[in-house]
């Protein structure tokens, strides 16, 4: 969000909104996922989850009567994609953990969002290649 649009890309600024993803002893058991120091938000709520698309479509792809997903060359490729989206999301944990505590955090921010552009377009393609052609068409969400 521009919140200062005469610094030019300086004047960028990004949110960070939490919720409760976890039940609190568990977070203060593991010293991990709350702070006392975040407060609650008036107005802010959460909205319903949308499902995913590459989910959602998993169940009609079929080849040789199996499903794609069954295949060992697209099991692993699965599997190194929700790999890299749980890096990614760490990646940005991190920074936004450091921010929290005051700690330079700059070259975290700039490697997070690197890492994550890059990992929607890999994504996004791996999941049109997996529905082949119909992967160019309106009838995947992908």
């Known amino acids: 969000m521009a919140t200062d649009p005469s610094r030019a890309t300086w004047g960028i600024s990004t949110f ?50 199996q499903k794609l997903r069954e295949f060992q060359p697209v099991k692993f490729r699965l599997s190194d994609m929700a790999t890299d989206i749980e890096a990614g999301r760490h990646l940005v944990y991190r920074t936004v953990w450091l921010k929290e505590r005051g700690s330079p955090f700059t070259k975290e921010a700039a490697t997070a969002k690197l890492f994550c552009s890059e990992l929607a377009m890999r994504a996004t393609l791996q999941a049109i290649q997996f529905l082949g052609g119909a992967g160019y068409t309106s009838d995947y969400p992908v």
């Open 16 to 65: 960070a909104v939490t919720k409760w993803a976890t039940d609190p002893s568990i977070a203060a058991r593991i010293g991990f996922g709350h702070s006392d120091t975040i407060e609650s938000l008036d107005g802010v709520r959460v909205g319903k989850k949308e499902g995913l698309s590459g989910w959602r479509t998993s169940g009609t792809r079929e080849q040789f009567g």
